[in-house]
């Protein structure tokens, strides 16, 4: 059976041309179409407002200057995504260090599984900001954007064993800030 191929509306692929032909007011229908997601994706990776509204809109810039070069091989979201997260990681890269830290391994191996505490979705995101910078962008490439190992390993410019190592210490870590949060939440 053929995975069927995603393809843009007929409304992006009208945005699309007028981009190309250099109106304005599609561009702002493209940009408010995707800055909300895009902003998402770029704060998950550089974990700062600031600096993913930044990211946000180094990445339309570059989005109507190489709109030409889109072949449609994917959804205009999903080429908008790409370069939001090669953005946020160029942008990692150039203000600090990327590092891939053992940080709390030992605190991480006490972690209670617990099956029946529910957490919404702002204490995810919270607990998520706050795991060391590899782990919190493997986390977020992985589980959060979905993208697999490998493609993980190729945008970090680390092995597929790294990003399978870092997913998996910062689940454990995850749950422990998760935990930990909701205990002291209990406390207050």
């Not at 007011?25 to 909300?36: F, L, P, S, V």
């Not at 990003?163 to 870590?173: E, N, P, T």
Request: net charge positive; glycine share 6%.
């Amino acid at each position: 059976m053929k995975t069927p191929t995603l393809r843009n509306t007929d409304l992006e692929n009208r945005l699309i041309k007028q981009c190309l032909l250099g109106n304005a007011k599609a561009q702002k229908q493209i940009y408010t179409r995707y800055a909300g997601a895009m902003y998402n994706v770029a704060a998950r990776i550089v974990g700062d407002r600031i600096e993913a509204e930044d990211v946000v809109q180094d990445v339309f810039i570059k989005v109507f200057q190489q709109l030409k070069q889109f072949k449609g091989q994917s959804t205009l979201g999903a080429w908008i995504k790409r370069i939001t997260v090669n953005t946020a990681l160029n942008n990692l890269r150039k203000h600090k260090l990327l590092v891939y830290s053992d940080e709390m391994e030992d605190q991480a191996e006490e972690i209670i599984e617990s099956r029946t505490t529910r957490f919404s979705v702002n204490e995810i995101h919270h607990a998520i900001k706050k795991l060391p910078e590899g782990s919190r962008l493997v986390v977020s490439l992985h589980l959060i954007e979905g993208y697999q190992h490998q493609e993980v390993a190729s945008i970090l410019g680390i092995s597929v064993s790294t990003s399978k190592s870092q997913y998996h210490r910062g689940k454990k870590l995850l749950r422990l800030g998760l935990e930990k949060a909701k205990c002291s939440a209990k406390l207050i």
